[in-house]
């Protein structure tokens, strides 16, 4: 029996972190950026980076052994995903939400160990600098690249989205903690009888509105100020809330879901879209990972099952309720008022 088992997967995953800070600093530096412009060689590159020689030949060979680099004789080049999906200049690109894994997360990570122990988090609010949204929007750098990193993650999400909901039997959309405008983007492109807007906080109203002008979107896409745990949530046929109710703990997303039910028509749809665990909470590895990245982040934080959020549903007063899978490990929570 013995000779049948390996380590490989306990080193694959174990020795993870090398491969995965690799691309990390790949997409941090802007290498995919600068390829996206044309082919260089190592001296190239090592020129327009100012890298030591010794490294340089190894961390690129590595990107083209783990598949995000093409080697063509002498010269680097971006394959057709990295080169469309981590180039900065294309409204396709993922990148921001692994920037910020490189810049914050991967060192919060190390205090793991702490988190499980203590249930506290492992950011910014350990040295006093109290919630980590406070931090991350209190200068406009530090809050585009958060939106830009939440686009990342919602974009594929809002297209997936545009095609799995019924949006013919409905003609407005609000996305409540909308960020940069990714999914209001990605319907209103796929729908065009869609009305929508996005609610979040005063702060991102012009980074959300210089997004939506980039599509040339202002006039079905708008923005609405303000701050869902103060005020009530806008009216709309369809409220959208997407990797927000991960970030509170369970009476708070009692609360918020309360919300929508009030500020929705009857027949009118709730979608809770992120990594929704499966019920058996053995298969979304990424769900769950999430959810220790939510303790390292958050007072309270947690992902959930499609089986928790529809019982907060039916709690809410929704009349059904339904899980449906987007992309990846994404999934949206229907409720129907």
């Not at 971006?78 to 990148?95: I, M």
């Not at 509170?248 to 997303?253: G, P």
Request: aromatic share 10%; charged share 25%; net charge positive.
């Amino acid at each position: 029996m013995a000779g049948k088992l390996s380590p490989d997967k306990i080193f694959q995953i174990g020795f993870g972190y090398w491969a995965s800070k690799t691309l990390l600093t790949a997409i941090e530096l802007g290498l995919f950026t600068q390829l996206a412009k044309g082919p260089l060689d190592a001296a190239g590159i090592r020129q327009r980076f100012e890298f030591h020689p010794r490294g340089t030949a190894d961390f690129l060979d590595t990107l083209v052994a783990l598949g995000f680099l093409a080697r063509k004789g002498t010269k680097y080049a971006n394959t057709p995903e990295t080169g469309l999906f981590l180039d900065r200049a294309k409204p396709s690109y993922v990148g921001g939400i692994l920037e910020m894994c490189s810049r914050r997360l991967y060192k919060f990570w190390n205090d793991l160990p702490e988190a499980l122990r203590t249930g506290k988090p492992q950011n910014e609010a350990k040295t006093g600098g109290g919630n980590p949204f406070d931090v991350i929007y209190k200068d406009e750098a530090g809050l585009r690249n958060f939106l830009s990193a939440m686009t990342g993650l919602s974009s594929g999400a809002g297209i997936a989205m545009a095609k799995k909901f019924p949006w013919k039997k409905y003609r407005s959309f609000v996305d409540v903690g909308c960020a940069q405008g990714a999914v209001p983007v990605q319907l209103a492109l796929a729908h065009k009888h869609l009305r929508g807007a996005g609610y979040d906080l005063p702060v991102v109203a012009p980074i959300f509105n210089d997004y939506v002008r980039s599509f040339k979107l202002e006039n079905r896409v708008t923005f609405t100020p303000g701050d869902f745990f103060k005020d009530a949530l806008p009216g709309a046929d369809v409220i959208i809330m997407g990797h927000i109710l991960h970030d509170w703990n369970l009476e708070e997303k009692k609360m918020l879901i309360g919300k929508v039910f009030q500020a929705l028509p009857k027949g009118g749809a709730f979608i809770a879209h992120e990594a929704i665990i499966d019920d058996r909470r053995s298969k979304n590895a990424f769900g769950l990972l999430m959810s220790l990245n939510m303790l390292i982040e958050t007072p309270g934080g947690f992902d959930y099952t499609g089986a928790d959020c529809r019982g907060w549903l039916k709690e809410a007063g929704f009349r059904r309720s339904s899980v449906v899978p987007l992309v990846g490990p994404d999934s949206m929570v229907i409720g129907i008022k």
